[in-house]
């Protein structure tokens, strides 16, 4: 097992190296929009609420200033972020390749800079990372929520705030949930020193140490792949390319970090008072994140939403990979929001997107979100009680007509298909009740069978040809998909195929699904990009839990190699009071916590700090033997045999067929 231990903290080791933070691919190799396209997002247009502009006006209230230069750079010099690479998007034209709602969202998160919420009190910074990063003037220092995804970017925010509005403390940190994007740059704005000594709180909802990293484990390599295409890391940022990530522009690049709360909001109504800012907290778990909370601040009539109210209808089910999410409980906690902080609310601010002020207008978006995810949970399930299943429910779904005509009530993150089906696989599973596809054959089993029947390639591309010609792409796309699992080696199926996803992805109102159609075109015409193993900051891989270490151990183990081999070792964990059981048999590894084998093959001793290291192969064991950092009793090729056992996952495996870049 190789040092990377690839498996962690997935969603944002990847697309914050730079090579896929700037986009790699360029738009000379997409096409243009197709008349069908063209013709099908003016017909979008036309049911679209375009006379309603306060989505980007609210944009632009309060702004204060933008830096002087776009692009935030790292201490070697490197660009970490530039937000003139979306300047397409300022010049006032309608582009045929965008969807024009997804459009109207993409200008919406163009705010860049400084940004005043409430006057003289509440500050936010924009358009520096995907998330937003919000600065509370208390007596003497500021309260930070949500430090954004890198240091680099919460660093040049903090400059920011500092040059416009003064010097002064940082003297809490709050994270809303457990996500990176909101915690990771929290060493950009405080000292870890500071922490430690008392000087600064750092404040978090109940579960956030436990969901910070553990997310990301266990189908980390596939998730890191996977996001590649939701996030469309290796497109152009173009017209034809990525447009926006929905909740704001795209991940700034940069070095993740965390620092441990001193403080855990554990009840809804917990308060705190700092620095003369009263904050009354609602912990909403497993609505977002599996750990969130938002927050009431009485003294401004000002309520935090989080990521559980933002610019956008979100992801019940989010195409990187991760446990579907509870749409009706996430409406709920809407719910519970509005009538406890939205009677009185004046301004209402997240940590994506922009504010919505006034108590009518922050009702209404409250009113439109909360009901938006309680209709796409009761109307899939009363269509699946009529017998709808999970293969159809996304061509049948839709919202009522007074959600269509709400900016807010639009799906620019999730998306209506992939939600939908969502709802009904987290009640009834992926089966669709029909025997023929509990049980199927791989694509690549059934495909060459299909193309056969079909009558081979060239009629298939005739007739997939002829179909994408007359617009009919999504039934292209089910020809052209059989032929290049069948004959992974066709570059004219390959080529036809991109061609189609693209018009497809043009079309899409997600940001994610748009991503994913055009990231499959890429890899389609250019091959698979090669990606370097995930850069994984430290304070990440400290975050993990030894458990988890071990969780992710027993994936990572080889069961073939493993089999007919069998050990039990019993690990002491010293200094943070630990002890496991770890057995390898039947080719599997498992582990019990709290208890000791009473004649094991090995016993190893070594403190939580060097565990990592030892598992990963970073340190040799004679290393930590002989500096006294750890002690192995009885058989001590138990360990290295484990070690040999264990693989290191890689996120570059082929989605489409025949896209591996040595093949091109």
């Known amino acids: 097992m190789h040092?990377?231990?690839?498996?962690?903290?997935?969603?944002?080791?990847?697309?914050?190296?730079?090579?896929?933070?700037?986009?790699?691919?360029?738009?000379?190799?997409?096409?243009?929009?197709?008349?069908?396209?063209?013709?099908?997002?003016q017909q979008a247009r036309a049911?679209?609420?375009?006379?309603?502009?306060?989505?980007?006006?609210?944009?632009?209230?309060?702004?204060?200033?933008?830096?002087?230069?776009?692009?935030?750079?790292?201490?070697?010099?490197?660009?970490?972020?530039d937000m003139a690479r979306y300047d397409f998007l300022t010049q006032g034209r309608s582009y045929d390749s965008i969807h024009p709602s997804l459009q109207h969202q993409a200008e919406a998160n163009m705010g860049f800079g400084l940004y005043e919420v409430v006057p003289g009190r509440i500050y936010?910074?924009?358009g520096f990372d995907l998330s937003n990063i919000s600065f509370i003037k208390g007596d003497s220092g500021w309260i930070v929520f949500d430090p954004l995804t890198t240091r680099e970017t919460a660093a040049a925010a903090l400059a920011l705030v500092t040059e416009k509005l003064g010097k002064r403390p940082v003297l809490a940190v709050v994270y809303s949930h457990s996500h990176a994007d909101h915690f990771g740059g929290v060493r950009g704005v405080i000292d870890e020193a500071d922490v430690k000594s008392?000087?600064?709180?750092?404040?978090?909802?109940?579960?956030?140490?436990?969901?910070?990293?553990?997310?990301?484990?266990?189908?980390?390599?596939?998730?890191?792949?996977?996001?590649?295409?939701?996030?469309?890391?290796?497109l152009a940022r173009s017209a034809q390319g990525h447009v926006d990530q929905a909740i704001g522009k795209a991940v700034a690049v940069g070095t993740i970090t965390l620092i441990a709360p001193t403080r855990i909001i554990e009840g809804a109504g917990d308060e705190l008072t700092i620095d003369g800012i009263r904050m009354v907290f609602q912990n909403t778990p497993g609505t977002e994140a599996p750990a969130e909370m938002n927050t009431w601040f009485p003294q401004f009539k000002a309520f935090w939403a989080a990521e559980n109210i933002t610019g956008t209808i979100h992801n019940i089910y989010t195409l990187r990979g991760a446990l579907v999410r509870d749409a009706l409980y996430w409406s709920k906690q809407i719910n519970e929001a509005l009538y406890r902080f939205g009677g009185e609310a004046e301004v209402m601010f997240a940590s994506h997107n922009w504010?919505?002020?006034?108590?009518?207008?922050?009702?209404?978006?409250?009113?439109?979100?909360?009901?938006?995810?309680?209709?796409?949970?009761?109307?899939?399930?009363?269509?699946?009680?009529?017998?709808?299943?999970?293969?159809?429910?996304?061509?049948?779904?839709?919202?009522?007509?007074?959600?269509?005509?709400?900016?807010?009530?639009?799906?620019?993150?999730?998306?209506?298909?992939?939600?939908?089906?969502?709802?009904?696989?987290?009640?009834?599973?992926?089966?669709?009740?029909?025997?023929?596809?509990?049980?199927?054959?791989?694509?690549?089993?059934?495909?060459?069978?299909?193309?056969?029947?079909?009558?081979?390639?060239?009629?298939?591309?005739?007739?997939?040809?002829?179909?994408?010609?007359?617009?009919?792409?999504?039934?292209?796309?089910?020809?052209?998909?059989?032929?290049?699992y069948a004959e992974p080696d066709n570059i004219a199926a390959k080529q036809l195929l991109a061609d189609v996803f693209e018009?497809?992805?043009?079309?899409?109102?997600?940001?994610?699904?748009?991503?994913?159609?055009?990231?499959a075109a890429l890899d389609l015409r250019s091959g698979m990009p090669s990606a370097p193993a995930p850069a994984v900051g430290g304070d990440i891989l400290r975050s993990l839990t030894a458990e988890q270490l071990l969780d992710l151990a027993a994936i990572q183990l080889d069961s073939e190699r493993a089999e007919g081999q069998r050990f039990t070792l019993n690990l002491v964990i010293p200094d943070i009071g630990e002890k496991f059981v770890v057995e390898l048999s039947n080719a599997t590894l498992t582990h019990i916590k709290g208890m000791q084998a009473g004649s094991?093959?090995?016993?190893?001793?070594?403190?939580?700090?060097?565990?990592?290291?030892?598992?990963?192969?970073?340190?040799?064991?004679?290393?930590?033997?002989?500096?006294?950092?750890?002690?192995?009793?009885?058989?001590?090729?138990?360990?290295?045999?484990?070690?040999?056992?264990?693989?290191?996952?890689?996120?570059?495996?082929?989605?489409?067929?025949?896209?591996?870049?040595?093949?091109?």
Request: aromatic fraction near 8%; hydrophobic fraction near 40%; glycine fraction near 8%.
């Open 124 to 126: 936010q910074v924009r």
């Open 503 to 519: 018009q497809i992805g043009y079309q899409k109102e997600s940001s994610s699904v748009r991503n994913a159609f055009l990231a």
């Open 3 to 41: 040092c990377s231990l690839s498996g962690v903290i997935a969603l944002f080791a990847l697309i914050t190296s730079p090579a896929h933070a700037q986009g790699a691919a360029t738009a000379s190799s997409s096409k243009p929009a197709s008349p069908t396209t063209v013709a099908r997002n």
């Open 355 to 484: 504010p919505r002020w006034g108590n009518a207008r922050i009702q209404e978006v409250m009113r439109a979100q909360r009901d938006a995810y309680a209709h796409l949970n009761n109307w899939v399930l009363h269509l699946a009680n009529q017998g709808v299943t999970v293969n159809e429910i996304h061509n049948v779904y839709r919202q009522p007509k007074s959600l269509q005509q709400q900016w807010a009530a639009h799906s620019y993150h999730g998306s209506e298909e992939h939600n939908s089906r969502a709802v009904i696989n987290r009640y009834l599973g992926y089966w669709d009740g029909n025997p023929a596809t509990l049980i199927p054959l791989s694509p690549r089993d059934t495909a060459p069978l299909y193309v056969s029947m079909m009558g081979g390639a060239g009629k298939i591309l005739e007739k997939a040809g002829e179909l994408h010609g007359h617009g009919e792409d999504l039934q292209a796309m089910e020809l052209l998909n059989k032929l290049v």
């Open 600 to 664: 094991p093959d090995a016993t190893l001793t070594v403190n939580r700090g060097d565990l990592l290291p030892l598992l990963a192969g970073m340190v040799p064991m004679e290393t930590l033997i002989e500096s006294g950092k750890a002690r192995l009793d009885g058989d001590g090729a138990v360990l290295a045999r484990l070690r040999g056992l264990l693989v290191s996952f890689k996120p570059d495996f082929e989605i489409m067929p025949g896209t591996r870049a040595s093949a091109h």
């Open 47 to 81: 049911g679209l609420p375009m006379s309603d502009a306060r989505d980007l006006e609210e944009t632009r209230r309060g702004f204060i200033a933008a830096p002087a230069d776009s692009k935030i750079l790292d201490g070697k010099g490197a660009v970490v972020w």
């Open 198 to 234: 008392g000087k600064v709180a750092v404040i978090a909802p109940a579960g956030f140490m436990d969901h910070a990293a553990s997310e990301y484990v266990y189908a980390g390599a596939a998730m890191n792949r996977r996001l590649q295409y939701q996030y469309g890391t290796f």
